[in-house]
């Protein structure tokens, strides 16, 4: 050329670009036929069995109350884990559970408060009282269910839950609500904003729900020791 480059040589006809010759069949020196074709179809009829399922097992071995979905779900917040929690009146945590996002509250009512109500036997039988459940269990709309309200009159549980609007007893002026005692729910939305001060919680990191649920045990702990020894909770 004029410039004094050199073209680069011409490849040689008949050779390809791969150099492994062993595992290039018959089929895919064909002319017509692309050299990834036959690997491609292999991928398809004769998949490999994948490896991520064996963590899987391994995790169900070692965890059997982990469940299948971990504790994860996609709700309007995002995809995260849901946790319920009860608290006394003071604030003070009693029980809690976790579930996926899009699971919804009052499928977990139940068994969280029957965890709240074994919590308060043990500590009032130190205390020698008679009263072992409370009298009264304050709720949002989420829990303002036919089921919760009758369990919780077979509990002897006065509901403290406003109805939905959808339902007749909310337009019902002979049905009473007690909003002086509604108020007190505020403790819980304050507990859960002192829990979720902590990175662990705010921000789940754990893969397996029985990791993460152990956080939230954690964080209850160092909340009663707070309080058992320090004057300012």
């Given at each position: ?157 006065e509901p403290i839950i406003p109805h939905k609007e959808n339902e007749k007893a909310r337009h019902d002026p002979a ?59």
């Amino acid at each position: 050329m004029a410039d004094g480059v050199r073209p680069f040589s011409q490849l040689a006809q008949g050779r390809g670009l791969c150099q492994n010759r062993r595992n290039i069949t018959s089929e895919a020196r064909q002319p017509g036929i692309h050299r990834l074709a036959v690997v491609v179809r292999r991928r398809l009829q004769c998949p490999r069995r994948s490896s991520s399922g064996r963590g899987w097992e391994k995790s169900l071995q070692r965890h059997p109350d982990e469940p299948a979905d971990h504790a994860l779900g996609r709700s309007k917040g995002g995809f995260g884990t849901k946790f319920h929690v009860v608290v006394d009146g003071a604030g003070i945590p009693l029980a809690i559970d976790i579930s996926a996002g899009e699971v919804h509250e009052s499928t977990r009512a139940e068994s969280v408060i029957s965890q709240a109500i074994a919590t308060l036997i043990g500590r009032r039988r130190q205390k020698r009282k008679r009263r072992y459940k409370p009298r009264q269990l304050a709720g949002d709309k989420a829990y303002s269910t036919r089921r919760l309200r009758d369990w919780l009159d077979n509990q002897n549980i006065e509901p403290i839950i406003p109805h939905k609007e959808n339902e007749k007893a909310r337009h019902d002026p002979a049905v009473w609500f007690n909003r002086f005692a509604y108020r007190g729910r505020a403790v819980v939305e304050q507990c859960v904003g002192w829990l979720k001060e902590f990175r662990r919680i705010a921000t789940r990191f754990e893969k397996l729900a029985v990791h993460f649920h152990g956080m939230l045990q954690l964080a209850m702990i160092r909340r009663y020791l707070r309080l058992l020894f320090s004057d300012s909770a």
